[in-house]
Structures are given as C-alpha cells and as structure tokens.
C-alpha cells in the first residue's frame, strides 16, 4: 500500500480564538459549524469578548458531507497535535487536509470483507479529511463536502440546517 500523505486543503479558516465546532450527525450526513475568521474592527487586542454557542451575528461556516460513511471527533487539541500519528506527515493546528492514501479507510474497507456482497471499488471513491480546531481535531470520511458561510450563532445555525426549528 502507498503510504499516507497530508494535503492542505481550503475551508473557511477558523476563528483565532474559539471556533466552537458543532458536529451533527445521522446515518447519511455529516454538518459541521464553526466560528469562521473574521476581521473585527472593533477588537483592539485588549478587549477579548467571551462568545457561546449561542452568541448571535457570528461569522459561522459550515461543512456538510451527504453521504459520509465515518467521523471522529475530540482530542488532540492544539497542545497535543504533535502526539496525531499523522503529525510527522505535517499535520498542524488550526488547518485542513487531505490524508492521501488513508490507512483509516483502507482499514474500514477490510473490516467490510466479510459482507456477503462486498466490493472493494465501494470503497474507491472516499476520501479521508481531518480539521484541527483549538481544543479538539475532527476526522471524517466522505466523497466529498460543500462549505458555505452563514451569520447567526453556532448552534442556531447548525439546528437550521439539519430542519431544526429554532425559535
């Protein structure tokens, strides 16, 4: 088998302080809302403002991956990135990719072998893809994803996406 490799990928960039990721999940989709990074003119460097899941008119990104066919989500946060076994590849904080060549896919297509209507080639077309956040990484597998960016608060946003009613 080739071995791993790490590709930057471009997604909304995080927000420097909390990104507060919010992950909603069923059987066919994966979504994923953060705080994206964005200029605040009002912000001098001494004036930190404590935001929540529910702060409002927030620059939220969000990713949804329909159909997924796994996720991980929780440490290592930024501290503890340098423990990841894919940090000797390049892996870094606060950043994207693409892990080429994924032993975490190749191990999920092994497992599925012993299905009576196994294929290999199911498993051809999924890619793995890894967010490191401030306090926690997230890992899925997917096809693929869309981004799209939102103004609102975290949760809000989330709960609206998923067909939530959020009063």
């Keep these: 088998?080739?071995?791993?490799?790490?590709?930057?990928?471009?997604?909304?960039?995080?927000?420097?302080?909390?990104?507060?990721?919010?992950?909603?999940a069923d059987e066919g989709r994966l979504v994923i809302a953060y705080l994206a990074d964005a200029p605040d003119p009002s912000f001098?460097?001494?004036n930190p403002r404590p935001v929540s899941p529910l702060t409002?008119?927030?620059p939220v990104a969000m990713?949804?991956?329909?159909?997924?066919l796994a996720f991980q989500f929780g440490p290592p946060n930024d501290e503890a990135i340098s423990g990841h076994r894919l940090h000797p590849l390049g892996l870094r904080s606060y950043e994207a990719f693409e892990v080429l060549h994924s032993s975490w896919v190749a191990s999920?297509?092994?497992?599925?072998?012993?299905?009576s209507s196994h294929k290999p080639e199911?498993?051809?077309?999924?890619?793995?893809?890894?967010l490191t956040f401030h306090d926690s990484t997230l890992e899925f597998i997917?096809?693929?994803?869309?981004?799209?960016?939102?103004?609102g608060?975290?949760?809000?946003?989330?709960?609206?996406?998923?067909?939530h009613r959020v009063p």
């Design 142 to 151: 997917a096809e693929s994803f869309s981004a799209s960016l939102h103004k």
């Design 56 to 58: 409002g008119n927030q």
């Design 1 to 24: 088998m080739t071995s791993e490799a790490l590709l930057p990928i471009e997604v909304p960039l995080f927000s420097a302080g909390a990104p507060l990721p919010h992950v909603f």
């Design 108 to 115: 999920l297509e092994k497992a599925n072998r012993v299905h």
């Design 122 to 130: 199911l498993f051809s077309g999924y890619r793995h893809f890894i």
């Design 63 to 68: 990713l949804t991956a329909d159909p997924y």
């Design 44 to 46: 001098d460097g001494t």
């Design 153 to 163: 608060a975290v949760l809000t946003v989330l709960l609206k996406s998923v067909g």
